[in-house]
């Protein structure tokens, strides 16, 4: 197989970056605010270019990764060690992060996997930052891997910019979603969403890097003009009734605003429907309402056919008060474009807030609800899961969050009691997936194992019976505790917002991120402790 990436000196890449700091001439279109409630990949690419406009304890370990990047020209890679369950072939010792996942479930020996991908960053000569790997023998190795290329937006190429999700539909279809934004001017730039197909030969055989050739078909499906931005988009592909397969993304729309107090004026929640050729789309549609402060929409494409929405208001923000989050569902028909009433999940009083952080973590969390549809006796239940704090010291401090779930069998009109799935100290980054034939699977990271510090971090797996929602099993799956500050690039800034959890016919494939592998950086010093994304297979067990 062909694992080249398309790398550019960093020589060229410094001067790539002063020029467009110096052709910006002075601060985004957005507050500081802003930036801690949106997409962090779009804040670190934004810092690393600008290092004068990152927060005060970052400003010298961003100048410094720009000054290293130029220290590595000429260099190639070092050997990769074999670490178990590394899910690619970084030789550079860069971060990987904010992990999704799927599989084909005709054939899942196909798996494929999407990271915040930092060598795209540094090394890849468009600047492509969110990443793909792919493996064709069950997820236990890397066939090959790349970078999501640029989409057309408003007649010029925008390359892909973080917040990967990777589906596949019944066909083994494979898609991925990404924003797509100017990494050096991302604020006062034409930005989008891009959706992109292909298919497991094409991504086995093509050349990697930002090849475009790896995904022939992509189109930016949502298009924003400053000073709207587009962020954290979701997707999800499937069956719905007569409409046939098609893919349905939901995304925030947000109003940036540098002077309103939260760096903003609005956001909303928007969908938009795609046939599965990604030929024809639909106009934004809005899901949230009259919310004025929302993030973090969530798709699931049920086996009903029926399209299921949700997302979380944000309330106290805006005013500078303290946060609630309140998270709500909409459902649309099979194979239509029209949604029904929307229903609130949960009012969480004590979510992670934006701006907040894990009493013994110093990485950004905020609490981010995931959704899922499991057919019991025939009908649809929607199950919705997130983590909240048990107690918030100054309103910014989370201790002991747990992971919460709860579930509906009349389309959201009545939820069950909240019932807590982790068991002690601190839970986060939960994520959910049905097998479709009566079991759940529910990870996310914990620090249960730590119990003294609260602060190397685990993952966790938990089966549930969807009929009784009755925990089945319960599963350590990392190798061992991570120390989420041991990566020479990040330290202990930023480890994604979220990881994925796909499940299929008793067997659940976890992607994650931990800092495991020890390499040269760049090529440079002594090998060290960095991030990387890995991939657990695991069987389901219990009934």
Not at 370 to 383: C, S
Not at 428 to 436: E, G, L, Q
Not at 496 to 525: K, P, S
Request: glycine share 10%; proline share 7%.
């Amino acid at each position: 197989m062909k694992r080249r990436m398309l790398y550019i000196s960093a020589s060229l890449l410094i001067a790539f970056v002063a020029h467009n700091v110096e052709a910006q001439g002075g601060r985004p279109a957005v507050g500081d605010k802003a930036l801690t409630h949106m997409s962090q990949s779009v804040a670190i690419r934004y810092w690393l270019a600008h290092p004068e406009q990152a927060p005060v304890h970052l400003q010298q370990r961003f100048r410094q990764a720009r000054q290293t990047a130029a220290q590595a020209r000429g260099r190639s890679g070092t050997s990769r060690p074999h670490v178990a369950g590394l899910f690619n072939l970084d030789t550079f010792g860069l971060p990987q992060n904010e992990e999704s996942v799927t599989a084909c479930r005709p054939s899942t020996s196909v798996v494929l996997g999407g990271t915040n991908d930092f060598r795209g960053l540094f090394l890849d000569p468009e600047g492509n930052f969110t990443g793909w790997h792919l493996s064709t023998d069950d997820g236990a190795n890397v066939a090959n891997e790349g970078f999501l290329p640029s989409v057309e937006i408003a007649g010029k190429p925008v390359p892909s910019g973080g917040d990967p999700v990777v589906a596949a539909d019944g066909r083994c279809r494979l898609f991925a979603g990404s924003l797509n934004d100017d990494p050096f001017d991302p604020f006062t730039q034409p930005n989008g969403v891009g959706v992109y197909k292909s298919d497991p030969a094409t991504l086995a055989s093509c050349p990697g890097g930002s090849d475009p050739s790896c995904w022939p078909t992509r189109r930016a499906v949502a298009v924003a003009e400053p000073p709207h931005f587009l962020d954290k988009e979701w997707l999800d592909v499937g069956k719905s009734g007569p409409a046939g397969v098609v893919v349905w993304v939901v995304y925030t729309n947000f109003v940036l605003d540098p002077s309103a107090p939260a760096g903003f004026t609005s956001a909303s929640i928007n969908a938009v429907r795609c046939d599965a050729d990604l030929v024809s789309c639909t106009s934004p549609i809005l899901i949230s309402d009259n919310d004025q402060d929302v993030q973090f929409g969530d798709v699931t494409i049920g086996q009903d056919g029926r399209t299921y929405i949700t997302w979380s208001e944000i309330q106290g923000e805006l005013e500078g008060t303290a946060q609630t989050f309140i998270h709500k569902l909409r459902i649309a028909p099979a194979g239509s474009l029209t949604f029904g009433p929307t229903r609130v999940v949960a009012t969480e009083e004590l979510p992670l807030p934006f701006g907040g952080f894990l009493h013994a973590n110093d990485f950004r969390t905020a609490t981010y609800p995931k959704n899922e549809v499991a057919l019991v006796g025939g009908r649809p239940r929607v199950f919705v899961v997130w983590d909240a704090c048990q107690a918030r010291p100054l309103d910014t401090i989370c201790e002991e969050p747990q992971i919460k779930l709860t579930y509906s069998d009349d389309d959201g009109g009545t939820w069950t009691e909240q019932k807590i799935l982790s068991v002690g100290n601190d839970n986060y980054f939960p994520t959910i997936s049905s097998d479709s034939a009566g079991r759940l699977a529910v990870a996310w990271y914990t620090n249960s194992f730590d119990p003294n510090f609260h602060n190397r971090q685990d993952v966790e797996l938990v089966t549930l019976n969807a009929s009784t929602a009755a925990v089945t099993k319960r599963m350590r799956i990392s190798l061992f505790p991570n120390e989420t500050e041991a990566d020479p690039v990040l330290g202990g800034f930023f480890i994604g917002d979220y990881i994925e959890v796909f499940a299929d016919q008793g067997t659940a494939y976890v992607h994650y991120n931990a800092n495991y592998r020890q390499i040269e950086l760049l090529g440079l010093g002594f090998p060290v402790n960095q991030q990387d994304n890995f991939m657990v297979k695991t069987r389901l067990v219990g009934e």
